[in-house]
């Protein structure tokens, strides 16, 4: 078990980097969000495959890789407490991160056909791109952290009812996870960022928590 919370702790602090990394190369190096025209998109695909590439492996690959481990160290940790609402969490955990998994697959395959395409037929390529992302944005929770909210609402829920990790640390997710969950409603979908932002926050605390001695972890629960 000792083994399996130090994995956990490795693995929330890597998805709390890969949050920051994959805001940065979101907004900054690839400004994605600016970018609506199909045809704008499609060349910067053209300009700039690789980054894209690395960015659905980081963020979306490999973080639900990472992500699995995460909901089965904190189900080791909760278990004799809540069980049942543990058992939840963390299939929804799994859910989660199989949807984020196939998510950047699928936007990782679409890059080959798309840039076969480029180069004569600039139109259609802008169309193959364009059905693989809503694709893609479907499997990776593009419309709404339902899931993630869920799964962070029901971890920290649980973890208060057990008396476990500081109080604050559990509101924190709770709070979280809530916006997750609205963000999924009409207009409100801009809230997916907040999610973003206090998941990296709740990570980082969660890292330091459960790589720490045990001696600190039983101090943390006070």
Not at 8 to 21: D, N, Q, S
Not at 54 to 72: D, E
Not at 98 to 109: D, P, R
Not at 116 to 135: C, H, K, M, N, R
Request: aromatic letters at 10%; hydrophobic letters at 60%.
């Amino acid at each position: 078990m000792k083994n399996l919370q130090k994995m956990g702790g490795i693995a929330a602090l890597y998805m709390a980097v890969a949050y920051i990394v994959g805001i940065v190369l979101f907004l900054v190096v690839l400004d994605y969000a600016n970018i609506v025209d199909p045809a704008q998109k499609v060349a910067l695909l053209a300009e700039k495959q690789m980054v894209i590439f690395a960015m659905n492996l980081i963020l979306y690959v490999i973080f639900g890789v990472f992500l699995i481990v995460f909901v089965l160290a904190l189900y080791e940790r909760l278990k004799e407490g809540v069980p049942a609402m543990m058992q939840v969490a963390t299939v929804i955990g799994i859910i989660w991160a199989g949807s984020l998994i196939a998510s950047g697959m699928v936007s990782n395959a679409g890059i080959a056909p798309t840039l076969a395409l480029y180069g004569t037929d600039p139109a259609q390529a802008a169309l193959t791109w364009q059905s693989f992302e809503i694709v893609a944005s479907g499997l990776g929770n593009g419309n709404g952290e339902i899931l993630g909210g869920i799964m962070t609402l029901l971890i920290c829920w649980a973890a208060l009812r057990a008396g476990k990790f500081p109080k604050s640390l559990n509101y924190l997710g709770v709070v979280v996870g809530l916006v997750g969950i609205v963000s999924i409603l009409p207009g409100l979908t801009d809230l997916v960022g907040l999610f973003g932002i206090g998941q990296v926050i709740w990570f980082v605390w969660l890292a330091i928590i459960l790589l720490s001695s045990e001696k600190s972890l039983k101090a943390n629960t006070i």
